[in-house]
């Protein structure tokens, strides 16, 4: 548990310690998150909404690129706020450059989700109508079988987009991020195969509760109260820390991934041999 709990405990640490750096992110993410906003809002009726549309459609992935190059760095080295949002502008283009292979397996993956679903429904209705009984009569309503296909392929479907895919991506994005495009391409299956080790597996889940459990709960939760004005600063209260506990334990998460797995087993290590008889360098 100290292994695994090291490193969040270090990012965070870092990320507050860095407070021109969580502002510039923040900033990003609320950017971004009024672009994607927008992106949805904006009818395109004229040709300026459509040509706002574009331009909203094209800056939410480039800002999440950014936020993204910007979290797998902030912890190496010393470089202020306005550096590293420099190096992260100029560098962003990288990480979806070694997200491709990714992306494409992404589409084919909704592609054949959505045949399998497409087709299901209509094999599941054919059966009903077999069972149908020929002479109309009241019957007792039984209970519908658990189609089994349609759980394994949702928990397929699930576990693809919210474990397998995001846990490749953020590796290939720190290693890109810090080591270069070139040196993660000659290292990417080596970097797939760590990236599903038991210990950046628990890493992920833990941040996971943070960026999109509670933020989750914090949004679809609602307060009783009878005042109106109450509810709206309660439920903008909500929103904030939603956006906070989201960012924030991405981008600690995304560090704590980046961190080394020998970290905390050094420190172990280390620990013991303190207390024990020291022997003097004359002997």
Known sequence: MKRILHPFTSALRELFRRWGTLLTLLVLYLAMIGSMYQFIATREATVWQLFLSVLFALAAPVLFLIIQTMAARYNQGSQGAWSLFGGSLRDFWKLLMISLPLVLIAVLAVYLFGKIETAAPA??????????????????????????????????????????????????????????????????????????????????????????????????????VNSAWLDAGLLAARLLLAVLFSLIGWVVTVSALGEPGEAGSKIDVAQPNEGAGHVPAEA
């Open 123 to 224: 094999a599941t209705v054919r059966e009903a109508a077999r069972a149908l009984p020929s002479p109309p009569r009241p019957v007792t309503p039984k209970p519908q079988a658990v189609s089994w296909q349609s759980v394994v392929v949702t928990t397929i479907e699930y576990l693809l987009f919210c474990l397998v895919l995001p846990l490749a991506a953020i590796h290939l994005w720190v290693g890109t991020a810090r080591d270069g495009l070139k040196q993660t391409f000659k290292r990417f299956l080596r970097t797939l195969v760590r990236a599903y080790a038991p210990r950046p597996v628990l890493i992920y889940a833990i941040g996971f509760v943070f960026f999109a459990l509670a933020p989750y709960f914090l949004i679809v939760t609602k307060t009783p």
